[in-house]
């Protein structure tokens, strides 16, 4: 797995449906939503690259879309912000100081979960549900953490 091309420019070429990738980006492993979830880069199965780094004490995940629009609709940016808010919510009961890391209109999103706090699989398969559609497991963890902690937002 290698990611030495990370945001270079071109070639970006169409690859197997999913919206261009950079030609590099061919050879990364493609995650599907019940593959077993570790550190890495992967192509998601909405044509997303996913980056997963663990630290102590987070795990910091990067999902990009460049080049894709349909993942930028209001319901998705509406998703993407509550698994972001729930990732905050979790941190804020454990004293972590840091903000929801989320912007709307960006195809370039990353998050911040706290280890313990909200399962690494649980987050990135609500992350890859979202993505192709399904709001469900994105307003569970948010409900999750807005009933343990008040509303986070």
Do not use: W
């Amino acid at each position: 797995m290698t990611d030495d091309h990370r945001g270079a420019a071109g070639p970006y070429i169409p690859y197997d449906g999913l919206p261009p990738l950079h030609k590099t980006e061919t050879d990364l492993p493609r995650l599907h939503p019940y593959d077993a979830v570790s550190p890495g880069r992967y192509i998601t199965p909405g044509g997303g690259r996913l980056t997963i780094e663990t630290t102590t004490a987070h795990h910091q995940i990067t999902l990009d879309h460049l080049g894709c629009d349909a993942q930028t609709t209001e319901p998705k940016e509406a998703a993407f912000k509550q698994l972001a808010l729930a990732a905050e919510g979790r941190c804020l009961q454990a004293g972590c100081k840091h903000d929801a890391r989320f912007s709307v209109g960006n195809v370039y999103r990353g998050f911040q979960v706290r280890r313990g706090s909200i399962e690494l699989p649980a987050f990135v398969r609500a992350l890859l549900a979202v993505e192709l559609g399904d709001f469900g497991p994105a307003a569970r963890l948010f409900g999750e953490t807005s009933s343990s902690a008040g509303d986070p937002s």
